[in-house]
T-cell receptor, first 117, second 112 residues
Framework: DSGVTQTPKHLITATGQRVTLRCSPR?????VYWYQQSLDQGLQFLIQ???????AKGNILERFSAQQFPDLHSELNLSSLELGDSALYFC????????????????FGPGTRLLVL | GQNIDQPTEMTATEGAIVQINCTYQ??????LFWYQQHAGEAPTFLSY????GLEEKGRFSSFLSRSKGYSYLLLKELQMKDSASYLC?????????????FGTGTRLLVSP
């Protein structure tokens, strides 16, 4: 158990709908990362937040958005869902994003499995 | 662009040694990570290399050659529970903020 929690564990919805995925980082971690993992692709970095502010963006679609709240939990919002959005969505957290060159290990939550029908 | 290559699948026998290779071509380099992922579960951290050479941690070791854009993960005394996918990830970001780029993973099957 990494200490990162994600809800819900499974989500089934229809095309065109909107869903919200929730992540609580490990106690003390200020940075949250979101990833998408499809069957035919590796883990794809979506977005990173640090202490409430967006810090890095990957290949995140405009239909997707995220935020980190004052209590440091984060939500990933997926709208106008398409069949191709079916995937595992992981949240990871780390203590701080390092600016000194020292890497911070990312600890992953159990993921939310999204199925769009 | 960013490109990370790993073999798709490998098989090995319980008690043996296996080496999983990873080659990368990225816009920058600020460290390489190896993660283990059992089917349907979260990736778990195994090792981190930023300087050339070998890092050993119990049954697992990881090697990096930055000039060759190459890393490998070495698993010794294989156990059945080592059957999993092994993900190689590079941080190409020069700022230190982590935008990890992951390979598609190597699925390792350990047989009795």
């Amino acid at each position: 158990d990494s200490g990162v929690t994600q809800t819900p564990k499974h989500l089934i919805t229809a095309t065109g709908q909107r869903v919200t995925l929730r992540c609580s980082p490990r106690s003390g971690d200020l940075s949250v990362y979101w990833y998408q993992q499809s069957l035919d692709q590796g883990l794809q970095f979506l977005i990173q937040y640090y202490n409430g502010e967006e810090r890095a963006k990957g290949n995140i679609l405009e239909r997707f958005s995220a935020q980190q709240f004052p209590d440091l939990h984060s939500e990933l919002n997926l709208s106008s869902l398409e069949l191709g959005d079916s995937a595992l969505y992981f949240c990871a957290s780390s203590v701080v994003p390092s600016t000194s060159g020292v890497q911070e290990t990312q600890y992953f939550g159990p993921g939310t499995r999204l199925l769009v029908l | 662009g960013q490109n990370i290559d790993q073999p798709t699948e490998m098989t090995a026998t319980e008690g043996a040694i296996v080496q999983i290779n990873c080659t990368y071509q990225t816009s920058g380099f600020n460290g390489l990570f190896w993660y283990q992922q059992h089917a349907g579960e979260a990736p778990t951290f195994l090792s981190y290399n930023v300087l050339d050479g070998l890092e050993e941690k119990g049954r697992f070791s990881s090697f990096l050659s930055r000039s060759k854009g190459y890393s490998y993960l070495l698993l010794k005394e294989l156990q059945m529970k080592d059957s999993a996918s092994y993900l190689c990830a590079v941080n190409p970001s020069g700022t230190g903020f982590q935008k990890l780029v992951f390979g598609t993973g190597t699925r390792l099957l350990v047989s009795p």
